[in-house]
């Protein structure tokens, strides 16, 4: 079983920056990518970022170039560095990893 706890959310002004972080603990093999998604209101959850086992990793076209995902040697602590935020990004992002989910940190670009 694992647990996963965003933090780092909160309110920015267009053009800000914010870093969210994704604490991991329990059952964490190192075998499982770990990623971002959000869901905006009315909206479906959409991926945002993910970084695989092996350290590669993967952007939304709408993030390329801004943000920037990035995880602790122990794969316990998963971050996304967003910069130039815009108000399209405003959102509850999840971190994910091994199909468990955290409970999510809201995110609002005014």
């Known amino acids: 079983h694992v647990q996963l706890v965003e933090s780092g959310g909160g309110s920015v002004q267009a053009g800000g920056s914010l870093t969210l972080s994704c604490l991991a603990s329990?059952?964490?093999?190192?075998?499982?990518?770990m990623g971002w998604y959000r869901q905006a209101l009315g909206k479906e959850r959409e991926f945002v970022s993910v970084?695989?086992?092996?350290?590669?990793?993967m952007y939304a076209a709408s993030v390329k170039g801004r943000f920037t995902i990035s995880q602790d040697n122990d794969k316990k602590m998963l971050y996304l560095q967003m910069n130039r935020l815009s108000i399209e990004d405003s959102a509850v992002y999840y971190c994910?990893?091994?199909?468990?989910w955290g409970q999510g940190t809201q995110v609002t670009v005014s």
């Open positions: 994910s990893m091994c199909n468990y």
């Open positions: 329990g059952y964490i093999t190192g075998r499982c990518g």
């Open positions: 970084i695989s086992s092996h350290g590669t990793t």
